[in-house]
């Protein structure tokens, strides 16, 4: 656990409190983001992935699992969820991280470290996920032309 921030349980009741602006943030930004995905996640699946986001980052608050976070990434990144989107979605979280607290909470710099070590190890496992697919679809396409070129052969 890492304690360069301090997220006082005054400040985790007041973020969960506002659970409800978090969701409908991230919601909203998955939807204004929806064509920026692949094709292998449907629409209806977004507010899913907004209610789903707002908890993990709760319970990162709390928890302050960074490598939960990072395999959350990695699978956002397996489900076919664009780059726009993820970072819509990380702007939207510091967005109600921001207006959460009160300007001159002494908890806001706490508040915002926590979100921003949250954003980069979703980010990172994001990145780590769509590099596994990238070099997953590499090795299929390399297949394939080994595939197509041992039929061309063996047809001459």
Known sequence: MNTEFTITPNLLRRVGASGETITSGLCRALRETTFSNRMLI??????????????????FLEAEDEGAV???????????????????????????????ANPGDEALPALLE?????????LEGYMAGREEDILREQERTREAYLRARQRQAGQA
């Open 114 to 122: 926590a979100a921003g070590r949250y954003v980069n190890a979703l």
């Open 42 to 59: 449907a629409p209806r699946r977004l507010d899913e992935i907004g209610k789903e986001q707002a908890a993990a980052f709760l319970g």
């Open 70 to 100: 990072r395999e959350r990434g990695r699978q956002l990144a397996f489900e076919g969820l664009g780059h726009r989107s993820i970072l819509m979605m990380a702007e939207a979280l510091r967005r109600a991280c921001r207006e959460s």
